[in-house]
Antibody, heavy 121, light 110 residues
Framework: QVQLQQSGPGLVKPSQTLSLTCAISGDSVSSNSAAWNWIRQSPSRGLEWLGRTYYRSKWRNDYAVSVRSRITINPDTSKNQFSLQLNSVTPEDTAVYYC???????????WGQGTTVTVSS | QSVLTQPPSVSAAPGQKVTISCSGSSSNIGNNYVSWYQQLPGTAPKLLIYDNNERPSGIPDRFSGSKSGTSATLGITGLQTGDEADYYCGTWDSSLSVGVFGTGTKVTVL
């Protein structure tokens, strides 16, 4: 079965870049039927979909409007994983970050364990 | 921030039924599938319903989903104390090309 394992720092300084990785087992990041998402959750913003990457003849990305100017989600086919980079973070980016597989409307059936990220100096 | 509206809380006695609504628009629920997630305290969300009304393997038939127009509904029958959790709807917004979640509903078993 598919499993997702997240890694990355839990503390990031303001104005710096938040970087997280999600390692995939049991599926391929290059699958033509999958999509790989990042979601975050905070008391003030609830569950917030951040973006996704997926392969359909070529790599494609979709990003939330709220972070579109600051976010990059990249696949890493050599390590079968995908990553999140969020630039110029502020304390408002403090949240629990999750990676998840498949589609928010068709059902995201596998989630990572979550990473609590605090933005503070 | 959420574009999908849910009631903040619902409650009922053990064995009873609750329904949770999720209200959206034609650009999201009206033209896309809806999924539902259960989140127990301190854990990641868990998929309960996909494609409006389908249950993944292992999800009991006490949980059901439906969609009509620009709204969706999650039903839980035979309420159990283990059902106390937060529940979220999710879908795609075709106008914005983004995923969207509901505001979340806390279920309390009295």
């Amino acid at each position: 079965q598919v499993q997702l394992q997240q890694s990355g720092p839990g503390l990031v300084k303001p104005s710096q870049t938040l970087s997280l990785t999600c390692a995939i087992s049991g599926d391929s990041v290059s699958s033509n039927s999958a999509a790989w998402n990042w979601i975050r959750q905070s008391p003030s913003r609830g569950l917030e979909w951040l973006g996704r990457t997926y392969y359909r003849s070529k790599w494609r990305n979709d990003y939330a409007v709220s972070v579109r100017s600051r976010i990059t989600i990249n696949p890493d086919t050599s390590k079968n994983q995908f990553s999140l980079q969020l630039n110029s973070v502020t304390p408002e980016d403090t949240a629990v970050y999750y990676c998840a597989s498949r589609f928010v409307d068709r059902g995201m059936d596998v989630w990572g364990q979550g990473t609590t990220v605090t933005v503070s100096s | 921030q959420s574009v999908l509206t849910q009631p903040p809380s619902v409650s009922a006695a053990p064995g009873q039924k609750v329904t949770i609504s999720c209200s959206g628009s034609s650009s999201n629920i009206g033209n896309n599938y809806v999924s539902w997630y259960q989140q127990l305290p301190g854990t990641a969300p868990k998929l309960l319903i996909y494609d409006n009304n389908e249950r993944p393997s292992g999800i009991p038939d006490r949980f059901s989903g439906s969609k009509s127009g620009t709204s969706a509904t999650l039903g839980i029958t035979g309420l159990q104390t283990g059902d106390e959790a937060d529940y979220y709807c999710g879908t795609w917004d075709s106008s914005l090309s983004v995923g969207v979640f509901g505001t979340g509903t806390k279920v309390t078993v009295l």
